[in-house]
């Protein structure tokens, strides 16, 4: 959110993304994941289940600064600090003055936790205050558009980050976030994901015999996130542009991406784990028919093609008084999956379901740890043991492949992976003030052209 957010010549200078990336490092990065992806050249049968911690090692004290104070960022700071012993927050950051004062009065009532006055920092360029105030990590939970900065600044001060999904907006961003990871991984820094059915037991195990052949070749994926209408804020007296559209985040392309990016982005998660390779086009469709607010879709559909020609198909919407259903299908040669724990067979009969115990059961070996504090858990863990993990690849490329689906649901074209990745697509103001925001009205997108902001 500083200024040098806005000089975006920087980063595609720096990325010199024509040179940085062939189309053989391209392939790579489409195949090569984060920790549990399989791919075509992976042999079946070999996968086991990770160990996952019930609690994190104790070890040195760990000091974490949050930077976006709403609701998602005061949950992600109380699930850091209950991952394990001796972790403190001790810095936090947001643009509005009321969010920073919420979550600190949270914080108190919750964990018994205070932030010191000169550990409350406002503005755009709060996240460089939070990050120079003598952290070891970072909680990123801003609106998403933000996060490639934010990542980029992190890793260039050698701080340890949990950045939640998605990781950008935009092609630029996604690439940006790239780099960044890459030279977190040189620095031997921890990157986690908030995209957490990767650490959430159920999905894991599910996950781990499909990869191990259980119902054969994977051969396509069906997926759905239909639910009701979205949460909104109406515009105020007295807010400017800026305000309305940073309040009203989640309404806003530039802000949140859409809902296909910001949320969906969980179930594509899932299928590209499973699937372990990038589509090469993308065919989408979407409209808009009861939203308020904001330049966004009410809902997708997505078909998704691959380079050895299967297809798997992805539908999202948020409209209230409908049918809601939230499944991940894996269709194998020999059968089918739900990922959050059930294989078929051909027939539909179920042939293993996820031993999930009852909460008085004494054998709680398959307990499901609650996956938005198991994520904590992970990256304290790798911190003092010295064993570093970055999942930030395999969140770009989910975040890539939804944003591959919106531009192509936006603009009525198909839209391909090599498309995608070399776009210049930016979204969002030039610079970061309150005050008019112009070129962003609040429309949704009209068929032939996604918007490009500049």
Sequence with gaps: MGNENHNRKLHENELTRRKFISRSALAAIGTVAAAGIVTSCQPKGKEKLPILLDEAPDGKLLKAGLIGCGGRGTGA??????????????????????????????????KGVEIPDDKCFIGFDCYEKVIDSGVDVVLLTTPPHFRPAHVEAAVNAGKHIFMEKPCAVDPVGARRVLVAAERAKEKGLCIVSGTIRRSQKDFMETRRRVANGEIGDIVSAHIIRNGGSL????????????????????????????????????????????????????????????????????????????????????????????????????????????????????????????????????????????????????????????????????????????????????????????????????????????????????????????????
């Excluded at 700071?77 to 810095?91: C, V």
Aim: charged share 20%; hydrophobic share 35%; glycine share 8%.
């Design 231 to 454: 949460w909104f804020i109406r515009r105020q007296p007295g807010w400017s542009d800026m305000e309305y559209m940073l309040r009203n985040w989640a309404n806003f392309t530039w802000l949140s991406g859409d809902h296909i990016v910001e949320q969906f982005i969980h179930e594509i998660d899932v299928m590209n784990w499973h699937v372990g390779m990038n589509p090469v086009k993308a065919i989408g469709w979407g409209g808009r028919q009861r939203r308020v607010t904001g330049d966004q879709y009410d809902f997708f559909s997505i078909e998704y093609i691959y380079e050895n020609g299967m297809h798997t198909h992805c539908a999202a919407r948020q409209i209230s008084g409908c049918s809601n259903l939230t499944k991940q299908f894996i269709v194998g040669t020999r059968g089918f999956a739900d990922a959050r724990g059930t294989l078929y067979n051909l027939k539909g009969e179920e042939i293993w379901k996820y031993p999930k115990p009852e909460e008085d059961d004494p054998d709680q070996t398959w307990a499901v740890k609650d996956p938005f504090i198991q994520e904590h858990i992970n990256l304290v863990a790798a911190i003092r043991s010295g064993n570093t993990i970055n999942d930030a690849e395999a969140q770009v490329n989910s975040t890539l492949i939804t944003i591959m689906g919106r531009m192509s649901a936006y603009t009525g074209r198909d839209v391909t992976w090599d498309e995608v990745f070399n776009s210049d697509l930016y979204l969002g103001p030039a610079t970061y003030e309150f005050g008019p925001v112009p070129g962003i009205p609040e429309v949704p997108p009209v068929i032939g052209a996604e918007p490009k902001l500049t």
């Design 77 to 110: 700071a109380i699930n850091f600090l209950d991952a394990g012993p001796n972790l403190q927050i001790t810095a936090l950051g947001d643009v509005f003055q009321d969010k920073l004062d919420q979550c600190r009065e949270q914080l108190k009532a919750k």
